[in-house]
């Protein structure tokens, strides 16, 4: 294994651990949606497997990619878990609009002890562990999602195949723009895996205006050109100052609840939304005929805004039905609703238009989806 720094050493930093980690989940360890995603191309961009990691794919492209939650991990490190991208269909010839990266967002909120857009702004240090059959360089930015949008990259270089090492990227900080104080995506930090020649062309090595041709300076790697490519990553961390300290692992329970501020599940942590299980649904159980059902669902956390996404299945893993239970306590059949209603940060209240007629007893399951 080896380890690769890009920018200025300083002092080493001391501080124990105190959430200076800005990624959520940089160790893998979440994956809430499910383990394994396949079929990922035009179209598929979105949240699929590890938490808060972003599939961004940009063009028409041919390439299709599988997405895992894998244990092939850095040796003697401490990781569990990477994020791994399996080619299964290739493109050695990109078009020129052709893009994919994965990424995490962050909100303004979050951010402001950066000093961003004053004279103090902090430097912000990358560090990763990255395996991959492909070598060569890769391009990795911040866009800072401003009053104007702002970008800044460098590259990282994969030197020898199939063996995992660490990079460590410096940032300067940006002293001309701040980060709106809100809870919106604000920062972006981003890991090129391939990139066509329309985000290619133009140098983002400082801060500066945002503009396509800057979003993969210097990329010139491509995972999607063999069928035999892959790529894993783990241990993504960003903090401020010039210097990379060692991984801030978080106990499991605390890095969870960090995930569901943006998305959350009422199935056990290792059921895949859908499954069959009865483990985890909310029930209600009233006297009469009604469309309109109480549901006190109550988010374990508080989601980042007062509008997640709902989704609702049955006990059975029916999308967008609720499980009549009859007069007794097990699944009976589907029945379909037509919305969810008085949606909070919190929970919500109500599951109207029920289709089933006898209304003594619904469960559901559900997930709320408030992503950056």
Not at 66 to 83: K, R
Not at 100 to 107: H, S, Y
Not at 155 to 167: L, V
Not at 341 to 366: D, I, K, M, R
Request: one cysteine or more; aromatic letters at 10%.
């Amino acid at each position: 294994m080896a380890i690769t720094r890009i920018g200025n050493p300083a002092i080493a930093d001391q501080r124990g651990v105190n959430f200076r980690n800005i990624i959520i989940n940089g160790g893998m360890d979440i994956a809430q949606r499910g383990t394994s995603a396949t079929g990922l191309t035009n179209g598929s961009s979105g949240y699929h497997t590890c938490d808060r990691w972003n599939f961004q794919e940009t063009g028409g492209p041919s390439f299709v990619f599988t997405q895992t939650q894998d244990t092939d991990v850095p040796t003697g490190q401490g990781f569990a878990y990477s994020l791994k991208m399996d080619c299964t269909t290739a493109q050695a010839s990109l078009a020129s609009n052709d893009l994919l990266r994965i990424q995490q967002f962050f909100e303004g909120q979050n951010l402001q002890y950066l000093k961003y857009g004053t004279s103090s702004a902090e430097s912000l240090t990358a560090s990763f562990w990255v395996k991959s059959n492909v070598t060569g360089d890769y391009n990795t930015h911040l866009l800072n999602q401003g009053t104007t949008l702002k970008i800044i990259s460098s590259t990282f270089t994969i030197n020898s195949a199939d063996t995992w090492e660490k990079k460590i990227i410096t940032f300067a900080g940006d002293t001309a723009q701040g980060f709106l104080n809100d809870s919106l995506r604000r920062l972006e930090f981003t890991i090129t895996l391939l990139a066509g020649t329309d985000y290619t062309s133009t140098d983002a090595t400082s801060w500066g205006s945002y503009s396509s041709g800057k979003l993969a300076y210097g990329q010139t790697a491509n995972v999607a050109s063999s069928t035999s490519n892959y790529i894993n990553i783990t241990g993504v961390q960003l903090e401020a100052g010039q210097v990379a300290s060692d991984f801030e692992f978080l106990p499991k329970d605390v890095n969870l609840q960090r995930c569901k501020r943006y998305y959350e599940k009422s199935y056990p942590l290792i059921n895949t939304p859908g499954a069959d299980t009865d483990d985890g649904m909310v029930c209600i159980r009233i006297a009469g005929s009604f469309s309109n059902k109480p549901f006190p669902a109550r988010f374990s956390v508080e989601k980042r805004n007062n509008s997640p996404t709902i989704t609702l299945y049955s006990k059975i893993g029916a999308v967008n039905n609720i499980s009549n239970m009859g007069s007794g306590t097990s699944h009976t059949s589907n029945d379909g609703i037509t919305a969810v209603a008085q949606v909070g940060s919190t929970g919500f209240a109500y599951v109207t238009g029920v289709t089933g007629t006898n209304t003594e007893g619904h469960c559901l399951h559900y997930t709320a989806d408030c992503e950056l």
